[in-house]
């Protein structure tokens, strides 16, 4: 199992959006894909005021075979495109790592 760390930086006022969106739209098709949710995490507000503004979602999947597999059903799935498109206007930047669990980790 490899383990793959996106996170997403969002414009302003655009987090609960954005996560509504991705609990409705995005994890179901993600699943069906073979992508586990291993957990989500938002940034805390500056000075714990507000929102935060990033969202870090771990994915766990089964090695780097299966994540290409899954990256060509995104490219085939018309819901996916359709999900992306709606939410870009809202984000920043994005990143993405891949993690490989050491011998010793509890996710090994």
């Given amino acids: 199992m490899i383990y793959v760390v996106d996170e997403i930086t969002l414009k302003p ?4 959006a954005f996560n509504a969106a991705f ?3 995005y994890l179901p098709r993600a699943k069906e894909r ?21 969202v870090v979602v771990l994915w766990g999947i089964d090695g780097l075979d299966g ?9 085939q799935d018309p819901a996916v495109k359709a ?6 206007p809202s984000i920043a930047s994005r990143s993405r790592r891949f993690l ?4 010793f980790s509890p996710l090994q």
Avoid at 13 to 16: A, I, P, T
Avoid at 41 to 54: D, F, I
Avoid at 100 to 103: G, I, R, S
């Fill in 13 to 16: 006022g655009r987090l609960r």
């Fill in 100 to 103: 490989e669990a050491t011998d």
């Fill in 67 to 75: 994540f290409w597999r899954q990256r060509k059903g995104v490219s």
């Fill in 34 to 54: 073979g992508l586990a949710l291993i957990g989500s995490w938002v940034t805390p507000p500056m000075e714990m005021k507000g929102e935060g503004n990033t």
């Fill in 23 to 25: 609990a409705k739209d």
């Fill in 83 to 88: 999900w992306w498109a709606k939410v870009a």
